[in-house]
């Protein structure tokens, strides 16, 4: 059955909400972000993840005549459950769907495909905690805890990111869907502050075999005095699974 329409409108209005009043205030960078996710089971309780994404600048690829990506991440993590399966009718890598609570510890290398004084290397190590409570019917809240410790050109740094949110499962045309949406706060100590807020919201589906598909649309708001304050980027991200 279709969720109420009450259970996503909030989250949309905020959204659009918060898209009006940066735009309002400042100039938005549009941004588009793909991503490829490896999943590789290793037992019941643990899996690997490889991933690679990039950052491309709508505004770039208009004057460059081609696909230009401004930063790239590649990272490997190994993911354990600390809980015991609810429910088998999804891949058997991603049980992050059918867990209460499972642990991620993971390392990331960024860098950008500029020179010049804005090029820059990062380590990153990641140490993340995720959670789920059941909520009516096929809904559930998401909440999601991670540190990073991070190595930009030389200078250590960490930040702390929380994420609450809300996914539930649809069929839309006899298609099995999931739609999500989220808000992540962060915490960097570069600026010993919060700088920044992440509003997402998109949808996850099969699209064939192993694979799975997400594209999703994020509004992140940084501190006011950085170069980029408002970002609205569209993401797509293809998962495969290795079970």
């Known amino acids: 059955m279709p969720a109420p329409p009450t259970r996503r409108r909030p989250a949309l209005a905020a959204l659009a909400l918060a898209a009006g009043s940066a735009h309002a205030g400042h100039a938005l960078q549009y941004e588009f972000w793909p991503e490829v996710d490896a999943y590789v089971g290793l037992s019941e309780r643990s899996r690997l993840l490889f991933t690679a994404a990039g950052t491309r600048a709508m505004e770039a690829s208009a004057v460059q005549h081609g696909v230009a990506l401004q930063d790239a991440q590649f990272s490997a993590n190994v993911d354990y459950t600390l809980a015991p399966i609810l429910r088998r009718d999804v891949p058997v890598a991603e049980w992050s769907k059918n867990r209460l609570l499972w642990a991620r510890l993971g390392f990331e290398y960024g860098t950008s495909a500029r020179s010049g004084a804005d090029a820059y ?4 190590g990641i140490v993340e905690l995720n959670t789920r409570v059941p909520l009516q019917g096929t809904a559930w809240l998401t909440n999601r805890l991670r540190m990073d410790l991070r190595d930009i050109n030389g200078q250590s740094s960490q930040r702390y990111r929380v994420r609450l949110g809300a996914e539930w499962d649809e069929h839309w045309a006899g298609h099995p869907v999931s739609p999500y949406t989220s808000v992540e706060l962060l915490y960097d100590t570069r600026y010993d502050q919060w700088s920044r807020v992440a509003l997402k919201a998109g949808v996850e589906t099969p699209s064939g075999g192993d694979w799975r598909l997400e ?20 993401g797509l991200t293809f998962k495969v699974y290795f079970d």
Do not use: F, G, K
């Open 215 to 234: 594209p999703y649309v994020v509004l992140q708001l940084n501190r006011p005095q950085d170069e980029l304050s408002r970002v609205l980027a569209l």
């Open 121 to 124: 290397r990062a380590y990153t």
